[in-house]
């Protein structure tokens, strides 16, 4: 069934109030953080009070999804085996970049005895990650997702942060065609500057435009956006049902092709018809 993944918003681990905020924002998802935003002297603390809010519940039809630490950290395999009973939806492992660190988190959830409808996904955020996107796409048939790490990845590349992300293009394209290729979901990166509203709200439509699924977010204010940017619009809806009415009369009148509104239609738009009107009908399910 399809999943909507418009809006991905990491919460800090080690910050209670915040695991118990994501319970009521209007984000199609959650990534409960044990990398990046916490802290090493914090790691434990975060770990079981993310074990804790987890098991509890309460987070409705979110997808919840923890990203662990790497693997090579003193934290990762700590990490897997406290958090793969309780009751995520995913795991996020962090730098992904080669078949192998692919087969090797799968291992690790095989090892701590993870359930089977656990889902794999992964970051993507290194230069050499996005030289063998394809291969690392196509590692396993249980990656469900990918998250890209731009913030890394302009670290790593040495590019700036501009207004257009034209350092990034390349890359974040290559990655989008390999999940396509693969049949697996993509997440754009970040917006960094939460005082730049209109810049985020072009990020959203820039990826949205490339082929991304949704954003991954860093605060509640940007939830907004991306659910609306991610989201086919109520005249593209409208559209879709006239699409597949046309085609259907088409084909009824043995005709292979229509026009709908002055433009060719064909099988292939009727499909992505579909896909707007089944992504309609699942986000309207996780809205009510």
């Known amino acids: 069934m399809l999943r909507p993944r418009r809006s991905v918003l990491y919460m800090p681990g ?16 959650v ?30 039809q979110r997808e919840v999804v923890i990203r662990v630490n790497g693997l090579a950290t003193p934290w990762g395999k700590d990490d897997v085996r406290a958090v793969v009973g309780a009751g995520a939806d995913a795991i996020l492992f962090p730098k992904i970049e080669s078949v192998l660190q692919v087969h090797e988190a799968l291992e690790a959830l095989d090892s701590a005895g993870a359930p089977a409808g656990l889902g794999l996904w992964i970051m993507v955020e290194t230069p050499r990650a996005i030289l063998d996107i394809d ?6 048939a249980h990656l469900g997702c990918i998250v890209m790490g731009t913030s890394d990845l302009a670290k790593e590349m040495r590019v700036r942060h501009t207004p257009d992300r034209i350092g990034f293009v390349a890359a974040l394209s290559l990655c989008v065609t390999a999940a396509r290729a693969h049949g697996v979901d993509i997440i754009d990166g970040v917006h960094l500057d939460l005082q730049d509203d209109a810049g985020h709200r072009s990020a959203c439509e820039q990826g ?21 940017v991610f989201a086919p619009s109520a005249a593209e809806v409208d559209n ?12 009824a009148e043995g005709k292979g092709v229509v026009v709908v509104n002055g433009r ?3 099988n292939l738009h009727v499909e992505e018809a579909k896909r707007n009107i089944a992504l309609a009908e699942a986000i309207a399910r996780l809205s009510g």
């Open 14 to 29: 080690s910050n209670q109030r915040a695991l118990d905020k994501a319970r009521t924002l209007p984000a199609d998802g």
């Open 31 to 60: 990534i409960l953080d044990l990398e990046d935003s916490v802290a090493p002297d914090a790691k434990a603390l975060a770990r079981e009070q993310i074990v804790a809010a987890v098991s509890a519940g309460g987070y409705g």
């Open 135 to 140: 291969a690392v796409t196509g590692a396993d």
């Open 208 to 228: 949205r435009d490339m082929g991304f699924d949704g954003k991954s977010l860093i605060h509640p204010k940007q939830i907004a956006d991306a659910n609306e």
């Open 240 to 251: 879709a049902h006239v699409i597949i009415e046309a085609w259907q009369a088409a084909q």
């Open 264 to 266: 060719l239609v064909e």
